[in-house]
């Protein structure tokens, strides 16, 4: 070292002044050290517990250390921890902590509530999840802690849809850690781990966002952990000591930062110095990257330039290379980390979690809507709710891949936190119900599928309250328990409603046990107007005629006997007298007839015990023994009991104690309910098993079929194939599954005609033979796969026996052209189910109308076919509203173009809005104060999309482009 070079380095190491010099080095390597700790919201630990054990001493002393050096920086993420450990601290630190926002020392990154998953998440949770942790940041820091970067080092594949949300929210950049190891390696070695990622097809460029894979992970480089969950060696510099090893770790350090800069392009590379839960002790850290910085800078034969620095500010530094990137489309799933791990199980894994939550954001929209709608009650809020369901999007929650007694954890929180909703909802209506009376608060039902609801059951005469939280009218089925077997419903018109009364069936009996003891379900169809209820009275002591349902039962046999057929006017279902399974559906308005064989089968998770690999099937990891599925039933014959009435037909079948289906055709359905009711999965012969339900058509599908992002955009599959790298068949099975959030479909070009499948959860699916879909419905396995969670997927119940799963596909067969129009709008009906309260009374229908309202809109008019009203919420009394046009380009004539909102002004009965303000998708930055960075990309040949241009007034109508979510921030006047 030079004398020049050895008092530069004196004199920056005594001062802590210049050790993060910003100043970039045209000759030397910018190396961007980004401190960081990655907190999840639960996985080993409950969110409780990690924030007790680690992250509060990590705020603490992170920010302690902070405040002594003006050139340090850290970045944060997860504002579930954060708001919390806020919350603690004095006026003092938090002024404190301003200013090292304020001075860019502590910058927010990602900023929702928690880093979420991308493959199980629903995009209505995900943004609320995202605005939750903005609305904080905005509120406590203003414009400067606003999140420009997404950060997503930990989940478990990355999605298109993400990636658009992203951009939607103005932000920047997108890193992560996790993709495919095949691909990582070809990015690699072609310098391409940084692309343009264009995350939506029908929003086009406008929505490109700049995006990079981290370098081996997200923790430090090898031999530089400075943590006490580190064992590498401190930076010994004291020229006394026996080992002083300055000039060797920084030999190892160049040599690993160009190392890594081979698979970059440009003289700037990030480095992640951090890992999970770490800066407990952030002093350990600081006083090495300190050293590391200062000793690294005085050698200038290294021709490294150090230097603390942010994602945002490593963003920048690649912006100002002005110069093209690659383009990329398609998405990063499924992960696998090596030959024989892909990472496809957790799609599927925890099944009743993922429902729980997607009933959770279903629920929480209406609780926000009547918030706004009835103003608020009491001192209660929907906050709960929201933060409970936004910390359940982490990707170690929805996924499955926590502990048993976190998952535990999760569920507690979304039912305690939906009380608290359950009393809005129910003061709120009644609250529009009332006029010249108050009206009866009301109750909620919230295990109906297992028949249970203890206010129809014990109440000779009730009233049934609707609440459809859509934008226009809509019409279900609904079923509630009843203790009688004759009752009369009538609507709100007052006139009598077509009603049917069922037998409990005897699988329903069994799981739900003693805390239920109805002996029928009255089953009946109901209408609600937009973002409104409509009444319906229920009566059981009428003298009415005894329901007539037609029940046939027999036992499948082989021979000549003929098939049975159920149908409606829409559908025809065909099934096999010698199994008793769906064989043929028929679409009787559009003449589509083809077969499908629809069953349940299971594959043998691997014990990780073959000659290829010892991994094992798990938590994470789907990998079955081979490709080969089997039967449930008893060679591939169901029993079957057949009920046919004048609203609904099902075929009940019975594969075995443990897998129970039926099969439904409502009287003016368009596509087929299955009702799958499966566990507990047996285990006792020692075999870890994977429930999958199966439609096999004769379709002509050449390998491809197409999932959805998020429960948005269509995402195109190919078979045995990857877009980018050429896949190592390894895992035949797995390797072709893929997430599917809300629907899994496939198309025959020859004939026009597509088949699909919707789901009320997120799923693992795929096609592994042409005409053909799976989905996976269950998971019970014997072993864990090793990679962090420490205990097997084995889920005990209630009972302690085994956890017993009911959920629904709906199936639905429709010429190309017409089947996006179906399916979009049965999606939003699956997603936004009507929520029923009830009330017990003894006043006749015409008493009840004369005190109360039985019918109300929350809307002037309703919004068009294509438009979803996705988010009402208060905020201080404001509102944020979000509409969105919920089809993609080129799906449907008619419904694939320019939708239009009417003007907010005066949409809503209960309150005009007197001031708009259009906002980015975070709804924490106006739409005119976008700017985000645009990055020119390689040989973009895509067909430019027109931008919409900012709505200014609320007087103004709204236009939606395909896929286009547009957000507001409106001041009310009531």
């Known amino acids: 070292m030079s004398s020049k070079s050895l008092v530069a380095f004196l004199l920056c190491f005594m001062q802590l002044r210049c050790v993060g010099a910003t100043e970039y080095a045209s000759d030397k390597l910018n190396v961007h050290l980004v ?8 996985w080993l630990e409950t969110v409780d517990q990690y924030y007790y054990q680690d992250v509060q001493y990590i705020l603490d002393t992170v920010t302690q250390e902070l405040e002594k050096n003006e050139s340090r920086r850290f970045i944060y993420v997860e504002i579930a921890f954060f708001e919390r450990w806020w919350w603690e601290q004095d006026d003092e630190k938090r002024a404190k902590v301003k200013r090292l926002v304020e001075k860019g020392q502590l910058e927010f990154i990602n900023g929702g509530w928690c880093m979420n998953d991308e493959a199980a998440t629903h995009y209505v949770a995900i943004v609320d999840q995202m605005t939750e942790g903005f609305l904080f940041l905005d509120k406590q820091f203003g414009e400067k802690a606003r999140p420009r970067i997404g950060w997503h080092i930990d989940p478990f594949g990355h999605s298109n849809e993400q990636a658009s949300l992203f951009a939607q929210m103005a932000f920047d950049g997108f890193f992560f850690a996790r993709i495919d190891y095949q691909d990582f390696e070809m990015r690699a070695n072609g310098s391409t781990l940084e692309v343009v990622w264009r995350g939506s097809k029908s929003l086009g460029e406008e929505m490109d ?14 031999g530089f952990c400075y943590d006490s969950r580190c064992s590498d060696p401190q930076i010994r510099d004291d020229a006394t000591l026996e080992d002083p090893n300055v000039r060797l770790l920084l030999s190892t350090f160049q040599n690993l930062t160009f190392e890594q800069n081979k698979s970059y392009v440009g003289q700037h590379i990030m480095l992640t110095m951090g890992s999970d839960f770490q800066y407990t002790n952030a002093l350990e850290w600081y006083n090495n990257l300190d050293k590391l910085i200062a000793y690294g800078n005085a050698n200038e034969s290294l021709k490294l330039n150090l230097f603390y620095s942010t994602p945002s500010q490593y963003l920048q530094a690649k912006y100002d290379m002005n110069r093209t990137w690659s383009l990329k489309t398609d998405d990063f799933f499924p992960l696998s980390s090596d030959a024989w791990a892909y990472w496809s199980g957790f799609f599927t894994s925890r099944p009743a979690l993922k429902y729980y939550s997607r009933w959770g954001s279903n629920f929480l929209q209406a609780c926000k809507q009547l918030e706004v709608i009835a103003g608020p009650y009491s001192n209660m809020s929907s906050q709960e709710l929201r933060r409970s369901v936004g910390v359940l999007q982490h990707h170690d929650a929805i996924t499955g891949t926590e502990k048993q007694a976190v998952a535990d954890d999760y569920a507690f929180r979304i039912s305690n936190a939906s009380k608290e909703c359950a009393m809005i909802v129910s003061h709120s209506l009644a609250k529009l119900m009332s006029t010249t009376h108050t009206a009866p608060p009301l109750n909620f039902c919230f295990l109906r599928n297992v028949s249970v609801c203890p206010y129809t059951e014990h109440s000779p005469s009730f009233v049934a309250i609707v609440y459809n939280p859509l934008g226009r ?10 203790s009688s077997d004759t009752a009369t419903v009538h609507g709100p018109d007052m006139k009598i409603v077509s009603s049917v009364v069922m037998p409990v069936d005897s699988r329903t009996a069994s799981i739900r046990g003693n805390r239920g003891n109805a002996g029928y379900n009255l089953l009946f169809s109901v209408t609600a107007p937009a973002v409104g209820f409509s009444t319906y009275f229920v009566n059981t002591t009428s003298h009415t005629k005894r329901n007539n349902n037609r029940v046939k039962k027999f036992q499948p046999f082989v021979g000549l006997g003929e098939d049975f057929t159920i149908e409606n006017k829409m ?19 559009d003449k589509v007839n083809i077969p499908v064989l629809q069953q349940l089968r299971w594959y043998n998770a691997s014990a990780g015990n073959n000659v290829n690999s010892t991994q094992a099937s798990g938590a994470y990891v789907f990998r079955p023994n081979s490709s080969e599925t089997y039967e449930i039933a008893p060679g591939g014959k ?54 999958i339900s199966i439609f096999s058509s004769n379709l002509k599908t050449s390998g491809v079929f197409y999932t959805d992002a998020n429960g948005r955009e269509m995402q195109k599959r190919v078979r045995n194939h990857r877009d980018t790298f050429k896949i190592n068949l390894t895992e035949p099975v797995s390797s072709n599954y893929y997430p599917v959030n809300s629907r899994i479909a496939i198309i025959d070009d020859s004939s026009g005609i597509q088949l699909s499948v919707l789901t009320d959860r997120s799923q693992g699916g795929s096609s592994l033979q042409d005409g053909a879909v799976e989905l996976m419905v269950h998971r019970r396995l014997l072993y864990d796969d090793h990679f962090g969670v420490g205990e097997p997927l084995n889920e005990t119940g209630l009972d302690g026996k085994g956890l017993i799963v009911r959920g629904f596909h709906y199936l639905q067969v429709a010429p190309v052209k017409l089947a996006s129009r179906i399916h979009r709008e049965l999606g939003e009906k699956i997603f936004s189910v009507p929520h029923v309260g009830i009330a017990k009374t003894t006043a006749s229908p015409q008493e009840w109308a004369h005190m109360y309202n039985v019918n109300y809109s929350g809307l002037n ?27 993609a380009v080129g799906e449907d004539s008619q419904l694939s173009t320019n939708a239009t909102v009417p003007p907010l002004q005066n949409l809503f009965k209960a309150f005009t809005v007197s001031e708009l303000t259009e906002m980015t998708l975070g709804a924490n930055l106006p739409k005119q104060q976008e700017g985000r960075l645009r990055f020119k990309v390689n040989n973009d040949t895509q067909k430019k999309q027109q931008k919409s241009g900012i709505v200014a007034y609320a007087d103004e109508p709204i236009v939606l482009r395909p896929m286009e979510i547009r957000t507001f921030k409106a001041k009310l006047k009531r």
Not at 35 to 42: I, M
Not at 473 to 482: A, E, F, V
Not at 571 to 589: D, I, Q
Not at 663 to 683: K, Q
Request: charged content about 20%; proline content about 5%.
């Open 861 to 887: 008019q309703e919004l068009e076919p294509n438009v979803h009203l996705m988010t009402l919420q208060d905020v201080d009394g404001d509102a944020i509203i979000r509409v969105e046009n919920q089809f």
């Open 571 to 589: 559908m025809r279902l065909t099934f096999s007298n010698s199994t008793g399974l769906l064989k043929n559906v028929e679409n009787l308005v």
């Open 638 to 691: 169901v029993t079957v009991e057949v009920i046919q009435n004048d609203l609904v037909q099902e075929v009940r079948q019975t594969y075995a104690d443990w897998a129970t289906q039926v099969i439904r055709l409502y009287e003016d359905g368009s596509h087929v309910e299955f009702e799958y009711t499966v566990g507990p999965i047996p285990f006792k012969d020692d075999l870890g098993k994977e429930i």
């Open 473 to 482: 009218q809509n019409t279900w089925s609904i079923r509630l328990p009843i």
């Open 209 to 222: 966002l700049f995006t990079g894979v981290t370098w081996h992970g997200y923790g430090p480089p090898k």
């Open 35 to 42: 401190p960081h700790t990655h907190d999840d919201t639960g």
